[in-house]
């Protein structure tokens, strides 16, 4: 009986083995396969795409990711355990800095990307948030494309989501989504974790009790609905205590047809020159750039392929413009100085970069600290995967504030920078009370660490390149705070901040602003919050837009609506990068979805 058990068992591991992707570890171990598509990195966008090509097992899919696998890193697996594995300079991050940030007092950030299979998403913080229906029809709008509207691409998020209960079944979850806006037969585990503590009650008390005098702070059942705005739970691409990502929910449930070669960096896409034609079926105004080369370090060889039909480049909002205009392609004058022969003159490729800006301020409280035992959470996840670390690293509330539009930032004629009436305008996030020594008030309080993000920024930025060298970092410039509007809105989302935190209900446990400090009498003036902004903000590494898609025909832009390359056929962007706008929310839940859309335009071209 037990072996008849274990021979059943061991086939399903075969079969599993024989269906799932297949991963190289160096060019050299590839087996001469011709491949109809090459995928140009496996994060959000790219691990879709291929898996989604892949449903067609008449075509033969390569992945080229510069990383390892996920399964390299222990941490990746453990919701909990983000804060180890996220930080820049480590084996799988590409350790990229900023410029000096002009409007910050010249401070250089760090900017996190992953460099591993499934790209942020293997490192990310796991918040899933979709943005407002505004955006969506903003960016269809811009583009001229109805198709990325937000009734059109509502259904992607069902095709990619599955709500995956509870982190521990234990607690609540009724109350804390709404079902009818999620799918139950994606890819993705989606949930909304919970752990005790005080302040989720407080929060509950207090939007009650504010709701009497004000409309700032409704209560919000689900963020994803469409109009985020109001005090909510957040959720997280989070299923079974394990951490969902493009990795772990599309790649690794392909078939044999697609190829992963890992720890291999594309340095430059070349025109094609096999005699193959893609169905775009190149004209003297186009060029066929079907060809890639890679290669694993800066003095080994350099390998190439060409794609049989299209190249599909997903390297995220730094490192697709990097390769293109490694490549050629890009803003003739730049790339002419420092040596890059033109391919494709664009002067879109890497401008319009736009991130949101993130504040971190801390709030004394008496409440107790969010800490907890590692050794001991670790063995629970170990066991049985629950627990603490079977949870993201952050209190459960989350909130959206929209100001009105006789709120300050737009009393001096400013324009409202968001998508619509269903867009907030700032996002609160309740990241974690410490007790760290060094962290407390001097009155002995613990910190209640909160983010205060201005999620619609109008500033935009750039990606440039350094040098002709693809190992060298891209410069890296998101020019936060570069219009006023901008901080204008960060100071009035401080503003709300004390005006939740005023509430009766938190009159004994959660007290005035620590950081920025306030002066002897204990006021806070706008000029010190500015200050304090204008020295203290992070860019909060949600950027799009470096590859912005633009309306068939238009004079700017570096793709179609078919998210093809403008100038050549063969060639399309699918990512973070092609985005006009940032959504307001996060950015993994809008870009699943996209690459969801964009894979079926794919798709049905080649039928
Ligand atoms: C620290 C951090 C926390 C975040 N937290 C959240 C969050 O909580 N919620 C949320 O919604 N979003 C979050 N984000 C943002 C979100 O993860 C990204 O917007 C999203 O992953 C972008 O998807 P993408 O497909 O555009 O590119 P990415 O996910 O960045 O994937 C790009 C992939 O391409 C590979 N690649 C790049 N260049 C090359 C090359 N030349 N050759 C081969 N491979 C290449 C990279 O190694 C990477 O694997 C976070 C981001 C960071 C950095
Ligand atoms: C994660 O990081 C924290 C803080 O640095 C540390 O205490 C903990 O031991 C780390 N956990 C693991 C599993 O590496
Ligand atoms: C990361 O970049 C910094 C410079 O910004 C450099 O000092 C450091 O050595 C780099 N780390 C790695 C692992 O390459
Ligand atoms: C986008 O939508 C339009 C109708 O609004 C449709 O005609 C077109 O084919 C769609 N684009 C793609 C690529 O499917
Ligand atoms: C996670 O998603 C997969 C689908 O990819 C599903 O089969 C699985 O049951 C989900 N896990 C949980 C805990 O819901
Ligand atoms: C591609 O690689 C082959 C060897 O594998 C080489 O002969 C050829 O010149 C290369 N082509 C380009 C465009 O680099
Ligand atoms: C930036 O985007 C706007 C549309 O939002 C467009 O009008 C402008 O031309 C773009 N700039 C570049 C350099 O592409
Ligand atoms: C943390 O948990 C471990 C394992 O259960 C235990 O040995 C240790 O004493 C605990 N530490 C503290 C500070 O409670
Ligand atoms: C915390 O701060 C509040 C307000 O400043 C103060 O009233 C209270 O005594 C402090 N609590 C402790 C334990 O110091
Ligand atoms: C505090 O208030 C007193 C009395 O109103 C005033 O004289 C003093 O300048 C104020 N101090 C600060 C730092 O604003
Ligand atoms: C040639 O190709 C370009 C780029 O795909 C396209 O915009 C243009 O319409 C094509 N022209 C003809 C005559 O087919």
């Known amino acids: 009986m037990i072996l008849a058990h274990r021979s059943v068992f061991s086939l399903l591991s075969l079969l599993r083995v024989a269906l799932a992707a297949v991963h190289f570890q160096s060019p050299s171990d590839l087996q001469g396969v011709e491949y109809d598509f090459i995928v140009i990195g496996s994060g959000v966008a790219g691990g879709v795409v291929a898996t989604r090509l892949g449903e067609n097992q008449d075509f033969k899919i390569l992945v080229v990711e510069a990383g390892p696998s996920n399964d390299d890193v222990f941490g990746i697996q453990v919701p909990g355990l983000q804060p180890n594995i996220s930080m820049t300079g480590t084996r799988i991050d590409w350790n990229y800095t900023t410029t000096p940030q002009t409007h910050v007092g010249g401070i250089v950030d760090t900017y996190g990307r992953a460099m591993v299979l499934g790209g942020c998403s293997s490192h990310n913080g796991m918040v899933y948030t979709r943005g407002s229906r505004d955006d969506y029809d903003r960016w269809a709008s811009v583009t001229d494309d109805a198709n990325l509207s937000w009734d059109k691409i509502f259904p992607f998020f069902f095709k990619s989501e599955t709500w995956s209960g509870p982190n521990d079944p234990s607690l609540p979850e009724i109350g804390h989504y ?346 806070l003036t706008d000029e010190a919050i500015v200050d304090y902004i204008t020295h203290n903000m992070k860019p909060y590494l949600h950027g799009v837009a470096s590859c912005s898609m633009a309306p068939h025909g238009a004079d700017w832009g570096v793709v179609d609506p078919e998210f093809k390359v403008r100038g050549a056929t063969g060639l399309r962007i699918v990512d973070a990068s092609v985005l006009p706008f940032v959504p307001s929310g996060h950015t993994q839940a809008p870009i699943y979805a996209v690459a969801e859309w964009a894979s079926e335009v794919i798709k049905s071209s080649w039928k």
């Open 178 to 523: 709404d079902p009818s806006l999620h799918g139950t037969h994606g890819n993705l585990n989606v949930s909304a974790p919970y752990h005790v503590h005080p302040l989720n009650d407080l929060m509950v008390k207090a939007i009650q009790e504010l709701s009497q005098s004000s409309d700032e702070f409704p209560a919000l059942l689900d963020m994803n609905g469409g109009r985020p705005i109001g005090m909510g739970w957040g959720q997280e691409t989070v299923g079974g205590g394990f951490r969902s990502s493009s990795a772990t929910a599309y790649l690794a449930h392909t078939g044999d047809n697609v190829h992963i070669l890992l720890n291999t960096r594309v340095t430059r896409i070349v025109p094609s020159t096999d005699g193959h034609l893609s169905n775009d079926h190149p004209n003297a105004s186009s060029l066929d750039i079907r060809s890639v080369e890679f290669t694993t370090s800066q003095t080994g060889p350099v390998y190439n392929l060409t794609a049989k039909k299209e190249l599909v480049v997903s390297g995220g909002v730094i490192n697709s413009p990097q390769i293109l205009l490694n490549s050629g392609i890009g803003p003739k004058g730049e790339l002419q100085a420092l040596g890059i022969e033109s391919l494709i003159d664009n002067p879109s490729v890497g401008k319009n970069f736009s991130d949101q800006s993130s504040l971190s301020v801390g709030v004394s409280t008496s409440l107790p600290a969010d800490d907890f035992n590692t050794t001991a959470a670790l063995a629970e996840w170990l066991e049985s995967h629950t627990g603490r670390l079977a949870d993201p690293p952050f209190l459960a509330p989350l909130g959206w504030v929209r100001f009105p539009a006789t709120a300050n930032p737009f009393k001096d004629g400013s324009q409202d920078p968001t998508a619509g009436p269903n867009s907030p305008h700032v996002e609160l996030v309740f990241k974690n009370i410490a007790s760290t020594p060094g962290q407390e008030t001097s009155m002995g309080n613990a910190t209640l660490i909160m983010t205060v993000i201005n999620i619609n920024p109008v500033s935009r930025g750039s990606i440039t390149l350094a040098t002709s060298s693809p190992f060298d970092a891209p410069i890296i410039d998101p020019n936060g705070l570069a219009v006023p509007i901008d901080t204008a809105i960060i100071l009035e989302g401080v503003r709300s901040v004390q005006r939740l935190f005023s509430a009766q209900t938190f009159s004994s446990s959660v007290f005035g602003l620590v950081t920025p400090k306030p002066d002897a009498n204990g006021t």
